[in-house]
Nanobody
Framework: QVQLVESGGGLVQPGGSLRLSCAAS????????MGWYRRAPGKQRELVAS???????NYADFVKGRFTVSRDNAKNTVYLQMNSLNPEDTAVYYC??????????WGQGTQVTVSS
């Protein structure tokens, strides 16, 4: 069973930064992709950013230029650096791991709150 453990969420003021981490219990060198989704109150879960095993990245339009997704295969960890945060970024952020057969695994979620 694949386990994903997220960390790094919290409360930050508008304009601030946070870095989320997601550690996988398996080697991520041969998986299809890892990424981050979020669910804001009253909204559906949406893709934030993802990165494939080849290093290709994909970002939602609302985070382009502000967020950066990266991975460290040696640590089996994916990161989400979030800059210029605004209140609309408040949500529970979920780590996702997708196998080559497109089976998905999810972390438990970490709360990010942007408020003054």
């Amino acid at each position: 069973q694949v386990q994903l453990v997220e960390s790094g969420g919290g409360l930050v003021q508008p304009g601030g930064s946070l870095r989320l981490s997601c550690a996988a219990s398996i080697s991520i060198s041969a998986i299809y992709s890892m990424g981050w989704y979020r669910r804001a109150p009253g909204k559906q879960r949406e893709l934030v950013a993802s990165i494939t095993s080849a290093g290709s990245t994909n970002y939602a339009d609302f985070v382009k230029g502000r967020f950066t997704v990266s991975r460290d295969n040696a640590k089996n960890t994916v990161y989400l650096q979030m800059n210029s945060l605004n209140p609309e970024d408040t949500a529970v952020y979920y780590c996702n791991l997708r196998q080559p057969n497109w089976r998905n695994y999810w972390g438990q979620g970490t709360q990010v709150t942007v408020s003054s």
